[in-house]
């Protein structure tokens, strides 16, 4: 059974960094899309990078572009996110997603799995 297991939240101040981990497990699939979506609360869920694990070429949402960096470890089979310059609005609950089914990689509909979630708050 896929599990897909995050860390590293918690809070900061704007302009701090953080960095998120997704552990892998359960499945020997090395070709896949992963990615990290948030949700504001009281807000939808967004996509906000990914990466095809085949090929470990990133994609970004204009709102965290130049700031957060997505990466996979094979090896490890961990995805992070290092997130630097935060800001307020980067406030949410942040999640990772496995899958390889049908949509462009900020949809939902892409993503087979999904992380419990790890919180991230960032202050003033």
């Known amino acids: 059974q896929v599990q897909l297991v995050e860390s590293g939240g918690g809070s900061v101040q704007a302009g701090g960094s953080l960095r998120l981990s997704c552990a892998y497990s359960?499945?020997?699939?090395?070709?896949?899309?992963m990615a990290w979506f948030r949700q504001p609360t009281g807000k939808e869920r967004e996509g906000i990078a990914a990466?095809?694990?085949?090929?470990?070429?990133?994609s970004y949402a204009g709102s965290v572009k130049g700031r957060f960096t997505i990466s996979y470890d094979n090896a490890k089979g961990t995805l992070y996110l290092q997130m630097s310059d935060l800001k307020p609005e980067d406030t949410a609950m942040y999640y990772c997603?496995?899958?390889?089914?049908?949509?462009?990689?900020?949809?939902?509909?892409?993503?087979?799995?999904w992380g419990q979630g790890t919180q991230v708050t960032v202050s003033t």
């Open positions: 997603a496995a899958g390889n089914g049908l949509g462009r990689w900020y949809e939902e509909s892409l993503y087979n799995f």
């Open positions: 359960g499945s020997t699939e090395s070709r896949m899309w």
């Open positions: 990466v095809y694990t085949r090929y470990n070429t990133p």
